[in-house]
């Protein structure tokens, strides 16, 4: 048996009852809209005005913004899919998970360019504008997508390249593992989450420290600036946890084998979920400049 069908024998071993399945698709929805409308707001009010469209710190924040609304987008309709439909092309679940991927591996790549910017605005003052320029960080953002591409592409390359054709007219449970189920591509997985975790956590740690002496001398600035970092720090952790997501059901499946399914809920909340509400919090609450703004958006007035 392959890796796909033990999960398969694993998804129906543990369905939900009907009254659980509706409470549990009616939360999901309720935060995914919740989540979606205050982040649709903080769109708004960046493309209206100029303050904040010709500031790199917060395009690179929008763009944040717009993958959390993507990740959050995809995963609450397969969430929603995986109750109704329940299996359908594994075609279309390739494209599904394809755009869930890139948007979730751009999250902590995104959240270490912040830091880094925070860290010239800090401790490089009279460069950051020099360094820090609209074009710059277009060019950033580029980057950030290429880096996910090269990291996610392969998995369809090697799918298309092995699999045969009736594979992706048939019908599955779609999940990473169904429609990617070679071994060789769960352990590409592991070793680029491995290095997207070392290279993300020296950058926050870096950054952190740097500012941290900085704040000790002086400006009220700095040390907002290394609370920033703090909260950036706390939401790629929970962004990471999505890098530990299959070693963490296969446990939660052995410690609550009665209450599998509601174990895989609280995880799924915790990872896919939370981890989009912290990003209006830090700049759509705490940043002054966007917070008056946003409230006339979200307000209506």
């Not at 048996?1 to 929805?29: C, E, L, P, Q």
């Not at 707001?41 to 917060?58: A, E, M, V």
């Not at 680029?192 to 020296?202: A, E, F, K, P």
Request: proline fraction near 3%; glycine fraction near 2%.
């Amino acid at each position: 048996m392959d890796a796909s069908s033990g999960n398969m024998t694993v998804v129906i071993a543990y369905r939900d009852s009907f009254t659980k399945a509706v409470t549990k698709n009616a939360i999901v929805v309720v935060l995914s809209i919740s989540i979606n409308y205050i982040n649709a707001g903080l769109i708004r009010t960046f493309c209206k005005h100029q303050i904040f469209y010709t500031n790199p710190r917060y395009i690179l924040f929008i763009h944040l913004v717009v993958n959390d609304i993507i990740q959050v987008t995809l995963t609450v309709l397969l969430f929603i899919i995986s109750y109704t439909i329940y299996k359908f092309s594994v075609s279309v679940c390739c494209t599904f998970i394809l755009i869930a991927l890139f948007a979730t591996e751009n999250t902590p790549l995104n959240l270490a360019c912040m830091a880094v910017e925070c860290y010239i605005a800090i401790c490089v003052p009279l460069r950051h504008v020099q360094i820090c320029t609209v074009k710059r960080t277009l060019m950033l953002i580029g980057l950030i997508w290429a880096t996910s591409m090269l990291s996610v592409l392969p998995d369809l390359f090697i799918t298309l390249a092995i699999e045969p054709l009736d594979f992706f007219h048939s019908k599955v449970f779609c999940l990473r593992e169904t429609a990617f189920r070679n071994p060789h591509i769960i352990q590409k997985r592991d070793i680029t989450y491995m290095v997207y975790l070392v290279i993300v956590w020296l950058i926050i740690f870096y950054t952190y420290f740097k500012i941290m002496f900085t704040a000790k001398t002086a400006s009220k600035d700095a040390k907002k600036a290394r609370n920033t970092i703090l909260l950036h720090g706390f939401q790629v952790l929970l962004c990471m946890a999505t890098y530990t997501e299959p070693l963490l059901k296969q446990a939660l499946l052995q410690w609550f084998p009665k209450n599998y399914t509601d174990s895989l809920f609280a995880t799924y909340v915790i990872v896919q979920i939370l981890p989009r509400s912290i990003s209006p919090i830090i700049y759509g609450i705490r940043d002054q400049t966007f917070r008056r703004y946003l409230k006339r958006h979200l307000l209506c007035s």
